[in-house]
């Protein structure tokens, strides 16, 4: 399995904001760390994709579909999963520990220093070889806080934090 940590740097502590895995199989899991939001997002191999939300104890609450896209052996192209809404007030602060820290196979660091009281959009997609360049492209259309391609996994992934203002500009 593939994790790529999302994380937040402000200006005296740096914030966790989720996670994103990638299974052998091809699964996508997108598990946002914001203060009173316990859920997270899943575009599975076979093209299911759903949100599950859980109480304050882990207990599952419920399940949105939003769905269906192609099996992730015949998947080709660029493909969005669902955008997520942040800021650093919104966020627990990420302690810093000596010692060993659990490793990730890639870290998405975004620059909030200069933005604190900005709230950001982060975007999340997946995509294929045959879309690499199509996928840089778009990444490299907007003004952008930060973006962050992982090419070692299947499917790629692909991350574009946006000041929610300059959405499309």
Same mark, same amino acid.
């Given at each position: 399995?593939?994790?790529?940590?999302?994380?937040?740097?402000g $200006?005296?502590n740096?914030?966790?904001?989720?996670?994103v895995t990638?299974?052998?199989?091809g699964? +996508?899991? /997108?598990?946002p760390k914001i203060?009173g +939001?316990q859920?997270?997002f899943? =575009?599975?191999?076979n093209?299911? =994709?759903?949100?599950?939300?859980f109480?304050g104890?882990?207990?599952?609450? $419920?399940t &949105?579909?939003l769905?269906k896209g192609?099996?992730?052996?015949? /998947?080709?192209g660029?493909?969005?999963l669902?955008a997520?809404s /942040?800021?650093?007030?919104t966020?627990?602060p990420?302690p =810093?520990?000596k010692g060993?820290?659990?490793r990730?196979?890639?870290?998405?660091?975004?620059e909030?220093?200069d &933005?604190?009281?900005?709230? /950001?959009?982060l975007?999340t997609?997946?995509f294929t070889?045959?879309?690499?360049?199509? #996928?840089?492209?778009l990444?490299?259309k907007? =003004?952008?806080i930060?973006s &962050?391609?992982f090419?070692n996994?299947?499917?790629?992934?692909? #991350?574009?934090?946006l000041?929610?203002?300059?959405?499309?500009?």
């Amino acid at each position: 399995m593939v994790e790529i940590e999302i994380v937040a740097l402000g $200006e005296s502590n740096h914030y966790s904001v989720g996670v994103v895995t990638v299974t052998k199989d091809g699964d +996508v899991n /997108f598990v946002p760390k914001i203060n009173g +939001v316990q859920c997270h997002f899943s =575009r599975l191999h076979n093209g299911q =994709r759903h949100m599950k939300i859980f109480d304050g104890e882990g207990k599952m609450m $419920e399940t &949105y579909e939003l769905g269906k896209g192609l099996h992730i052996k015949d /998947f080709r192209g660029i493909e969005s999963l669902p955008a997520q809404s /942040f800021a650093l007030n919104t966020l627990k602060p990420k302690p =810093r520990k000596k010692g060993v820290q659990k490793r990730a196979d890639g870290c998405f660091m975004i620059e909030m220093r200069d &933005y604190k009281s900005s709230t /950001f959009n982060l975007h999340t997609f997946i995509f294929t070889k045959d879309s690499k360049e199509k #996928m840089e492209e778009l990444v490299k259309k907007h =003004r952008k806080i930060a973006s &962050y391609l992982f090419v070692n996994c299947h499917p790629m992934i692909a #991350m574009v934090a946006l000041n929610s203002d300059s959405q499309g500009k």
